[in-house]
């Protein structure tokens, strides 16, 4: 197999930025993205492929300093929620890990999901209704790897309610505001991810995922 160095340089660098990537939180440093770098960010979201071509996602661009206040402090409740149900050593990992950069970042990038882009008749979502969401999630990952190649941060805040977020931003109930993603310039990466670094979880090898043929067949090594 080839060893990274022996990659061609465009090859060797997609892979870089595939494994430099991080969820941002506490290294971000507030500075603006320049219009022309978020240009180039959300067009790499939007290129993303989709289910019957629909391209049913959109993005909500978010500065107002009281919208993401208000949104932190929704994010904040929320977390004590969460850490209401811990106990032991899982309580003191979490005490640890902080869960938002939203007022560090320089803006909030709201994607959502419109199930009714391209109906009635969205190709390829027939037989699996989620397609679309699947789509949304692609373009956030292409978002997130641009942003990346472009010396930004990304932090996907998860700790926040739907119908909170629908009635922050006037978004039409048939909408699903699938992520909160803070974006802004970051300092630096850290080489590991806050999850494992804080104690949370450990990366799984691959071979602990990898089946042949049928699920929960292994090759021998």
Not at 35 to 62: E, I, K, N, T, Y
Not at 63 to 68: G, N
Not at 180 to 187: A, E, I, K, N, Y
Request: proline share 6%; glycine share 8%; with cysteine.
């Amino acid at each position: 197999m080839s060893t990274a160095h022996e990659l061609p340089h465009r090859v060797a660098g997609l892979y870089d930025v595939l494994h430099r990537r991080r969820d941002t939180r506490a290294e971000f440093t507030g500075e603006p993205v320049p219009d022309d770098v978020l240009r180039r960010v959300l067009g790499a979201a939007h290129a993303a492929p989709s289910v019957g071509l629909s391209q049913p996602w959109d993005f909500v661009l978010v500065r107002d300093e009281r919208t993401r206040r208000a949104f932190r402090d929704h994010v904040h409740a929320e977390r004590s929620v969460f850490e209401a149900q811990l106990d032991g050593d899982r309580a003191r990992s979490f005490s640890r890990i902080k869960v938002e950069g939203v007022q560090e970042s320089s803006l909030g990038v709201v994607v959502t999901y419109d199930p009714d882009r391209g109906s009635p008749a969205v190709l390829g979502r027939h037989a699996i209704a989620d397609a679309g969401l699947y789509s949304v999630c692609l373009a956030i990952q292409n978002l997130w790897l641009a942003a990346t190649a472009e010396g930004l941060g990304v932090g996907w805040v998860s700790f926040y309610r739907e119908d909170v977020l629908r009635r922050l931003l006037d978004i039409p109930t048939r909408l699903r505001p699938v992520a909160w993603l803070c974006v802004g310039p970051v300092r630096d990466l850290p080489d590991t991810p806050d999850l494992e670094r804080h104690g949370w979880r450990t990366r799984l090898p691959l071979d602990d995922v990898l089946h042949h043929e049928r699920y929960g067949e292994r090759r021998s090594r």
